[in-house]
């Protein structure tokens, strides 16, 4: 397909953000300098208390095109060929700030939306090649394609914890593509590489996106939620992003699981891959590697 028309279509990305300032720029950075040019980012600041809003402020201030704090009920136009909306709002947690991110993007008329976490890295052709699936298989609502392990300085993990996982679930992706009902039983989706249609969200509802009382698995929800709702999904069997892995995502986990016991018992019964996932790695942290992959039941 001719790069002209596949060009034209403008992608929406929600970027939630909470106390990220350490790896907030390397995130947005990988963004900016994507071989896809036609998009929109929507920082949306979840009530950090470490300065984010304002550091992001300084240090992208020829990309903003719109500043809204929505506490003091400020908003600032600064540049209209920005790239780059920033947002404070009270904290709502994850979903909560990722559905706001979504409105305002349905609001100025993207054609396609994808995901980034505040600590991951988008691979330069992340947002060309989602585009370009979705462009040739217009029965696909909704894509998710592969990531990589990074650890806190960047450095890829080879057969890290999550590509452990997912390695025989893409394969089975690649080959199968998906079958209704596989999302429910497993749940095989890395978050940061999914794409979707502007139509998903046309029909489930701006009141009805990510669920806002959940503080985990409202992805795979969301997911599931869009798969009963008629949409096929479909694996580009590709890289388009690497998920680091560091202590401080772990952080409500830590609060929950106060034990090793507690973490090992939990690790074993989670039956959602999303979930098992975190678990298995704050598992890792806790107790090291060698002694993880000693334990053989799990």
Request: net charge positive; with cysteine.
């Amino acid at each position: 397909m001719d790069n002209y028309f596949i060009m034209k279509k403008k992608v929406g990305i929600v970027l939630p953000l909470f106390n990220g300032k350490k790896y907030i720029s390397k995130s947005i950075d990988s963004l900016l300098g994507q071989k896809y040019k036609n998009f929109i980012i929507v920082v949306v600041d979840d009530g950090s208390t470490d300065k984010s809003f304002e550091y992001l402020q300084k240090k992208y201030k020829s990309e903003i095109k719109l500043i809204k704090n929505t506490i003091s009920k400020k908003a600032t136009n600064i540049n209209p060929k920005g790239r780059l909306i920033l947002i404070r709002q009270k904290n709502k947690h994850i979903s909560g700030a990722t559905n706001t991110g979504l409105k305002i993007l349905f609001k100025m008329g993207c054609d396609y939306y994808t995901l980034q976490d505040q600590d991951d890295i988008a691979l330069k052709n992340k947002l060309y090649d989602l585009v370009s699936y979705l462009e040739k298989h217009p029965s696909i609502g909704f894509v998710h394609a592969k990531a990589k392990d990074i650890d806190s300085k960047g450095k890829i993990i080879k057969n890290g914890p999550y590509q452990k996982y997912f390695q025989p679930l893409w394969k089975k992706a690649s080959k199968n593509q998906f079958k209704k009902g596989d999302l429910y039983d497993i749940g095989y989706i890395s978050n940061q590489t999914i794409m979707f249609r502007k139509k998903v969200i046309e029909k489930l509802g701006l009141n009805n996106l990510y669920p806002e009382k959940l503080t985990y698995t409202q992805d795979w929800v969301f997911n599931n939620k869009v798969e009963r709702s008629g949409f096929k999904i479909g694996f580009l069997d590709k890289y388009v992003s690497k998920y680091r892995l560091h202590q401080e995502n772990a952080t409500g986990l830590i609060k929950e699981t106060k034990t090793i016991n507690q973490l090992i018992k939990k690790v074993k019964t989670e039956q959602n891959i999303g979930e098992k996932l975190r678990l298995f790695h704050l598992l890792e942290m806790k107790i090291g590697k060698e002694k993880l992959m000693a334990n053989q039941e799990l």
